[in-house]
């Protein structure tokens, strides 16, 4: 990335929401209190978490049909309890995971036209864990790898081919709150209810590193890994809602806290190693706060904040190589804002004259790593 192309994708990034038309409208999204995003995104498809009488249900409608969702839209409904999260394959844009209360995780491959009829039968019926299971994470550079976590508070890593776990990580004592690989999916860290956050070897499940957050109640992890840092966000002994940056290398002290305000809800961090931007989104807030950061002190420098007047529910992000680089855009978001039964795009651009720059952004972030 160029100096030039740098400084404007760190001081001059614009969020924009779509316009009413854009959007989409009529959806019975999901009423569940489990702290997950109930979207997901692809180019070809947003799948949303919907409410369903008698077992689990979500939606997958296109991304380019925009306005009001027909109410008999088909939807895939074979799990027998509420969905609680949803996964598209980065290798395959045909096929989504989604794991529910009834303890499974299940694998669907939905047809290159969308779906006609309502989808019952997955290709892949994952069935180990004794408990609801809560989170679900495709491995980023390995194709049929896929990570589960229960209220078990097992994680275990699946090979769709075998349909049986190849990994069983017990290390946890209590509920896993999330996961983050690194890029290459090398290593995997966790934020667990104990307070911990643990760093693991996900072939193996060894531990290589492990930390007691004293001052932070850990609820979100995730990985800067091209700056070799790990970023969590929680709250504070005083009840301030706050990030905390630690050093991949050494989780013995935390290189930075920075507290942002008394809200309750669960902020969902996200982030762009292309661009070295940070982008935090409040469960239940109307704002979505960005910042750039860097490998040097202070690291974290504040930009903006995009603010509506509804609040997010969840958040689905699209993949780099389905944002529109003619309008100079480098993340784009799908929130989730419940009392509309509404999901909004909103878009992060950057100045015109710069679309250069950001097509060789989208270019070598577009795809995952080779195997």
């Known amino acids: 990335m160029s100096r030039r192309c740098s ?3 760190y001081h001059d990034v614009i969020g924009k929401a779509a316009v009413k038309g854009r959007c989409y409208h009529g959806l019975s999204i999901t009423r569940s209190v489990q702290d997950n995003q109930f979207c997901a995104v692809n180019p070809r498809f947003i799948a949303v978490v919907t409410e369903c009488t008698g077992g689990g249900a979500f939606i997958v409608i296109s991304v380019r049909h925009t306005g009001r969702v027909n109410p008999l839209q088909p939807r895939v409904c074979g799990h027998s309890a509420p969905v609680l999260d949803v996964k598209w394959d980065p290798f395959n844009d045909l096929r989504i995971a989604s794991c529910s209360e009834d303890c499974t995780v299940k694998v669907w491959d939905i047809p290159p036209n969308g779906l006609k009829d309502d989808l019952m039968v997955p290709s892949k019926d994952l069935s180990a864990h004794s408990r ?3 989170i679900i994470e495709w491995h980023p550079t390995a194709r049929d790898l896929l990570l589960s976590s229960a209220y078990d508070c097992s994680v275990l890593v699946w090979r769709l081919d075998s349909e049986v776990p190849v990994c069983v990580i017990n290390s946890h004592s209590e509920l896993v709150l999330c996961l983050s690989f690194n890029a290459d999916g090398s290593l995997l860290a966790t934020a667990c209810r104990d307070n911990k956050i643990r760093i693991i070897e996900p072939r193996t499940g060894r531990v290589l590193q492990e930390a007691l957050c004293r001052s932070h109640k850990v609820s979100r992890i995730l990985f800067l890994w091209d700056l070799k840092m790990l970023l969590s ?3 504070s002994c005083w ?6 940056l630690w050093d991949v290398e050494d989780l013995s002290e935390p290189l930075l806290e920075e507290d942002l305000d008394g809200g309750f809800g669960v902020i969902f961090p996200f982030y762009d190693a292309d661009t070295h931007m940070l982008y935090l989104a409040g469960k239940g807030d ?3 706060r960005y910042y750039t950061v860097s490998a040097v002190k202070p690291y974290v420098h504040f930009l903006s904040e995009q603010r509506s007047p509804c609040p997010q529910r969840g958040l689905g992000v699209m993949p780099k190589r389905g944002l529109n680089t003619s309008a100079c855009e480098i993340f784009r978001f799908y929130r989730l804002v ?3 039964d509404l999901l909004e795009p909103l ?12 097509s060789e952004t989208h270019r070598r972030g577009s795809r995952p790593l080779p195997e």
């Open 233 to 235: 966000t929680g709250s």
């Open 347 to 358: 878009s992060f651009c950057v100045p015109a004259g710069t679309s250069a720059d950001v």
């Open 286 to 288: 109307g704002n979505i």
């Open 239 to 244: 009840n301030q809602r706050q990030f905390v």
């Open 132 to 134: 609801r299971v809560s």
């Open 7 to 9: 400084r404007v994708m």
């Open 338 to 340: 419940t009392v509309r």
